[in-house]
């Protein structure tokens, strides 16, 4: 029941955000520039998103290796589709899925246990989204520095003057962690003497152990390069979309939006990958596929940034959003399909 009330609520709030988000948006403009996009960029940009799949489960693999190398490059391939297929609908939802499928397809060991538990691809799969995190804070300072002069304001209006108001929520978050800390400590010290504390200690270190494969990595310098592979094809894929609307007709749209495109024209790859940033941002907010979210916090970063109206700044989202969520949808669908034909 709490698992339904969840997805009830976040169903909710997508379609919340989802209404906030179009809620003032002229329609006829709206279609009229969906109409005149430059739709093969957005074929494009969707080829590239099963590009950024493919390098993400080559990266992925190699945090599972270490665990057990003979589960095969296909089926990391296809749990990385089922899972963002289950995240359209479950937030998180397939990142559990996927460490379910490898600890399926991973053999067992001389003890009768599976060489890739489900504790230990969870650890791997934790290492994958905090790398993500990683890069995205880097790139994130990067970005506001190269182009200082568009972020300047927002950044010290916004976030730094904002600080000295979240000193409380410093103080909490440093509580917590001492008790978090302070309850490993326990769970080490009772683990042979309660089984409750036994069976806890023996899931955290299935994680911990999912943890340590990146050190365990052979050439370690590969999973580098995916990483950079990943998030070239994320940028690419925001700049084909920008590329796409930037080919509207004007005279299909009103004056207003016309100027919007003309704020357009400016933008570049250095600008692409902020929004794409931007719209992994959206990921945190927990709703099916970052429907409503994606839309609000990009055409809103359009407009604070680089003063593109919403009705513009709306239409590249959705055109962003729809266009990768549909990619996500059919490559899921053919790997599920996949997968239940190998176990048939």
């Not at 609520?9 to 003032?24: D, I, Q």
């Not at 296809?78 to 995240?87: C, K, M, Q, R």
């Not at 979210?293 to 989202?317: K, Q, R």
Request: glycine letters at 10%.
């Amino acid at each position: 029941m709490k698992k339904w009330i969840k997805y009830i609520l976040s169903g909710a709030l997508a379609v919340f955000l989802l209404w906030f988000s179009f809620r003032n948006v002229d329609w006829a403009d709206f279609w009229a520039g969906l109409k005149s996009c430059s739709w093969g960029f957005v074929l494009l940009s969707m080829l590239i998103g099963v590009a950024s799949f493919f390098f993400r489960t080559l990266r992925w693999k190699m945090l599972t290796d270490p665990l057990d190398p003979t589960v095969g490059l296909g089926h990391v391939f296809n749990a990385i589709n089922i899972s963002y297929l289950v995240n359209l609908v479950i937030p998180r939802g397939g990142d559990v899925l996927r460490c379910a499928y490898i600890s399926k397809h991973s053999q067992v060991d001389e003890n009768g246990h599976k060489k890739a538990s489900f504790d230990k691809v969870l650890g791997t799969a934790v290492v994958d989204r905090v790398w993500d995190f990683v890069t995205l804070v880097i790139l994130f300072v990067a970005i506001v520095l190269l182009l200082w002069h568009r972020f300047g304001a927002f950044v010290s209006d916004n976030i730094l003057g904002s600080l000295a108001s979240k000193r409380n929520t410093v103080i909490i978050l440093a509580i917590a962690a001492v008790v978090g800390l302070a309850l490993l400590w326990a769970l080490w010290k009772f683990r042979e003497k309660n089984k409750i504390a036994s069976k806890i200690w023996g899931f955290v270190k299935g994680l911990g152990d999912g943890l340590t494969t990146c050190l365990k990595m052979k050439n370690g310098w590969l999973f580098l390069v995916y990483t950079i592979l990943v998030w070239t094809c994320y940028c690419f894929m925001s700049a084909t979309i920008i590329w796409a609307v930037q080919g509207m007709d004007p005279s299909a749209l009103g004056a207003d939006a016309v100027g919007g495109i003309t704020s357009l024209q400016s933008l570049g790859l250095v600008d692409a990958l902020f929004l794409c940033l931007v719209g992994a941002i959206s990921n945190t907010i927990p709703v099916p596929g970052g429907f409503g979210a994606f839309h609000y916090l990009v055409s809103m970063a359009l407009l604070v940034i680089y003063g593109v109206p919403f009705e513009i700044g709306i239409i590249f989202a959705t055109i962003s959003h729809e266009s990768q969520a549909l990619t996500q949808a059919v490559c899921g669908g053919v790997s599920y399909i996949l997968e239940m034909k190998q176990t048939t």
